[in-house]
């Protein structure tokens, strides 16, 4: 067979497009939308070769817009767990043995889909079933996943080039295997690129998958998986399964050929399944991969020497794009008082001129929240924070759910630091504001570290770089991804490697050479040209 040192094609950063009146994409996006709307998918799973409908169909309407219907899809059980395995573990062997050029030409071919005849189909997909604004899906559904499938390609090269020193008459090399056994990947839904990614860096690295997506997310992974089988995906190394969690973990973690956890969501979830896998390590052939990233209380700390214009930008994008439902989101925000009155009149003045409805309405910044039991949560944290006495909302507070999920952008401000809306995730469109004394700076810093368990996100804005640097220090431990005079959002794939520590999860950087190497085992060789006929060392000999 022919052989050569490949060198994939260079990898940049796919462009966002503008989507300007009477542009191509727009053009393509309003027809793509109107197409999905026009009909109902019938969405199966994706066993082996197989296309699996069960009969047990679960409904899909876009959020803010729950009374359409977009679609079915059919709701496995267990035995459809236990097809998914073992199609991962029948389709192993060939992919794990096909060479790696073979695996990357896949995902390069799936980028470059989703980059042109796929983009407006996949994100117009993202707008419906998750309510997102076309911004938000241009960044999210085609630009973040095509930089995911390109740059992990490269990332794929650069790690197998990665080999050790070898001494005169020795050949040391490294090869990386993938894991023995399949890999889980559970995703949510806020990501369409996330959804994707978590399989797609596992096959890369030649694993087989089991993918189980968030329900509220099936309406666009369902066009992740058309992509994948467009760019030629062997079957059976994705396998897409729509089955309830507790069902799902009870086969997949009491399988012996259990080797890795890919996971995105809550961080109680996240604990949990580390609980259960621990409980079961007996169990398996291996020592499982167990990869997270998880929730987030993420901060914005501004200094007396910051800007109050752009720290009430940085709070309007940081908080309330895509209704707060980012795990990167700032939900809680640390003003110096010489800064408040104006950042409150500017922030008040953003919040009035903001849109919003639905997405197919591109005038609107801001759209509906995922699903019912979300509103129901998010409504259930207004209406507390309402009734302390500690607590004044200047803005937003409202919410209305008779036809889609809608919460208005709502800015907490609260005298009590330690609130329950300053400690606690709760994954929706609503920041709390604390100002402190702008003398006190120091002392805040250690506020903010001290008061969420997470370590996800942060930013610090100040115009003196002795307290940027004192941020820097003090907040070492307080967020994965720190931001200086910007917002805690909007990680770019090559440019800042994604996650976090403490409660927010394992810090394996989506985004990075880090999180595909979690997904190998290396084997070390060594060949000596020449091997020693005598077991004599010739410190042996005294004359």
Known sequence: MPNGVYQIPAVANEPVLSYTAGSPEKLALKKALEEARSKQADIPMYIGGEEVRTGNKIPLSPPHDHKHILGHFHEGDKSHVEQAVNAALGAKEAWANLSWEHRASIFLRAADLLAGPYRAKINA??????????????????????????????????????????????????????????????????????????????????????????????????????????????????????????????????????????????????????????????????????????????????????????????????????????????????????LWDDVKKYLVEDLKSIKMGPTEDFSNFFNAVIDERSFDKIAKYIEGAKANSMNEIIAGGGYDKSKGYFIEPTVILTKDPSSTTMCEEIFGPVVTIYVYQAERFEETLELVDSTSPYALTGSILSHDRYAIDLAMKKLENAAGNFYINDKPTGAVVGQQPFGGARGSGTNDKAGSKLNLLRWVSPRTIKETFVPPTDYRYPFLNEK
């Open 125 to 338: 997909a993202t707008m419906l079933g998750q309510s997102k604004s076309v911004y938000q899906a241009e960044i999210d559904a085609a630009c973040e996943f095509i930089d995911f499938l390109r740059f992990n390609a490269q990332y794929l090269m650069e790690i197998y080039e990665e080999q050790p020193a070898s001494s005169p008459g020795i050949w040391n090399r490294l090869e990386y295997r993938p894991l023995e056994g399949f890999v889980f990947a559970i995703t949510p839904f806020n990501f369409t690129a996330i959804a994707g990614n978590l399989p797609a860096s596992a096959a890369l690295m030649g694993n087989t998958v089991v993918w189980k997506p968030a329900y509220t997310q099936v309406y666009s992974a369902q066009v992740i998986m058309e992509v994948l089988k467009k760019a030629g995906l062997p079957d059976g190394v994705i396998n897409l399964i729509y089955v309830d969690g507790p069902v799902a973990g009870d086969v997949v973690f009491n399988h012996k050929d259990f080797a890795g956890l890919h996971f995105t969501g809550s961080t109680s979830v996240f604990q949990n399944l580390w609980k259960t896998i621990g409980n079961n390590i007996h169990k398996y052939r291996s020592y499982p991969r167990i990869v997270g990233e998880t929730g987030g209380k993420d901060f914005i700390m501004a200094h007396k020497s910051a800007d109050a214009k752009e720290l009430a930008t940085a709070i309007t994008r940081g908080a309330f794009e895509y209704q707060g439902q980012k795990c990167s989101a700032a939900s809680r925000v640390y003003v110096p008082s010489n």
